[in-house]
């Protein structure tokens, strides 16, 4: 669209979120500035689950095919029983009603490789400016826009308004919302992808399959999806510490992984080894809020609605968040109209994926009579059942421009 007074917006934060956000503004004919705190711009080397409303935005930004050249599309999401082995419940990726639902595919990427295809997508944009080194510490606000001011003593920068898409422990939204800090599950994940070629043994079979394999058991669970063409298999080994202690990193440690998996199945002991131990992440939560403008500053991603991953959508509701901005800033050049009509196609969406992750790793993680039960029930669902997941991996329709 072509703007007649284009704004100069300012994004904090170069994840996924902030890159895509970016993105999606300057294609809607605004200039951006985006402001990362680290000294390079990257991810973590793990894997990220694409669901078809995350695949629909990445179309919509204009990057599916650079996402798409390195992802892989996995025929099944495939849920096994940790302790027994046997299979649970399985969904095919492949199918006519899966087609039939979803125009957008289901992809496994490496956050790297996802990452790079916005940062590239921004740095080819030239409406883009981006900075790294740059950490927002205080921002303050007037009638006519932004001042964002920068612990490393960079000159600040003003801006029309701000996108704060700074993530879990967003700077922006401490100051702006003030509800404390994150709120941990008392569960680690520990994480990486290796290469293929790793997989050797008993393993190769399991990298074999392109399928993405959630093994869940009592208070844990393992996750497995192949990624970068398949060149390399990501694992993500989840469980409850019963040691969490707040101000403390001693939690959640390798003993306790070893401890907690001990009683799996063979499948999943044979690949404990070979799950990533470089780094624990503790994960975290935070109760939705009502309110993701503050005046001239939205609230984006993690920042707006960190969310426990057990639904895989923290970054797809993050890259909806990005379309939904785009769009509002495509039709309204006035930052208080546009952030509203985001938050307002957002809020409620992001807010129910966010409370129904919480309630979808309880299911995941169910011990005794209440796995038998869950593995009763959702054994009886084919393969093509989608009912149930069908209104995660389908975004709100955006309403129809105004005539
Ligand atoms: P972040 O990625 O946290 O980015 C925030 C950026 O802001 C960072 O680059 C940071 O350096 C920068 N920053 C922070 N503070 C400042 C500051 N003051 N000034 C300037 N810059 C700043 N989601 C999925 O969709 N699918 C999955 O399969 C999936 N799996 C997951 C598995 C695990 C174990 C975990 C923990 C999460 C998973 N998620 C998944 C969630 C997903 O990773 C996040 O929701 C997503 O990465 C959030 O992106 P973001 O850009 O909002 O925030």
Redesign the pocket.
């Known amino acids: 669209p072509v703007l007649t007074s284009p704004l100069h917006i300012a994004v904090?934060?170069?994840?996924?979120?902030?890159l895509a956000a970016a993105l999606a503004t300057a294609r809607a004919g605004h200039r951006v500035t985006l402001?990362?705190?680290?000294a390079r711009f990257g991810e973590i080397g793990a894997g990220?689950?694409?669901a078809p409303n995350?695949s629909l935005a990445l179309d919509e930004l204009g990057v599916l095919p650079a996402v798409r050249a390195s992802a892989v599309a996995p025929p099944r999401l495939v849920m096994m029983d940790a302790l027994t082995g046997d299979e649970v419940t399985s969904l095919d990726l492949r199918s006519s009603a899966y087609t039939d639902r979803f125009a957008h595919p289901y992809l496994v990427t490496h956050r790297t490789d996802l990452h790079a295809a916005l940062l590239t997508a921004c740095q080819e944009h030239p409406a883009v400016t981006l900075r790294t080194g740059?950490?927002?510490a205080e921002a303050d606000q007037d009638g006519s826009g932004v001042h964002l001011h920068f612990a490393e003593g960079h000159a600040p920068l003003t801006a029309d308004a701000v996108v704060a898409?700074?993530?879990?422990h967003s700077?922006l939204r401490q100051v702006l919302v003030g509800d404390g800090e994150p709120v941990c599950s008392r569960y680690v994940?520990f994480?990486g992808a290796l290469p293929t070629g790793k997989m050797t043994g008993r393993m190769s079979q399991h990298a074999a399959s392109e399928a993405v394999m959630v093994w869940a058991g009592p208070r844990m669970h393992l996750v497995q999806y192949p990624v970068r063409r398949g060149e390399l298999y990501n694992q993500?080994a989840v469980f409850e510490s019963d040691h969490y202690t707040p101000d403390s990193d001693d939690w959640g440690t390798e003993a306790e992984l070893e401890e907690r998996f001990a009683g799996a199945c063979r499948a999943v002991r044979d690949a404990l080894p070979l799950v990533s131990r470089d780094r624990r992440?503790p994960?975290y939560d935070r109760a939705p809020i009502s309110t993701w403008v503050h005046g001239r500053i939205a609230l984006l991603?993690?920042?707006a609605h960190p969310m426990l991953?057990y639904l895989?959508?923290?970054?797809?509701q993050?890259l909806e968040d990005a379309v939904a901005l785009g769009q509002a800033l495509g039709r309204s050049a006035d930052p208080a109209e546009a952030f509203a009509a985001y938050a307002d196609r957002r809020r409620e969406r992001a807010t129910l994926i966010q409370i129904n992750a919480r309630r979808f790793g309880e299911i995941c993680h169910l011990e005794g009579m209440g796995a038998t039960l869950r593995n009763m029930l959702l054994s009886s669902r084919g393969p093509e059942a989608f009912d149930d997941i069908s209104w995660v991996w389908t975004p709100t329709p955006a309403p129809a421009p105004a005539l």
């Open positions: 904090v934060g170069g994840g996924i979120g902030g402001v990362e705190r680290a990220l689950q694409l995350a740059h950490t927002v898409a700074d993530g879990l700077r994940a994480r993500v992440w994960l991603g993690d920042a991953q895989a959508q923290g970054a797809c993050a």
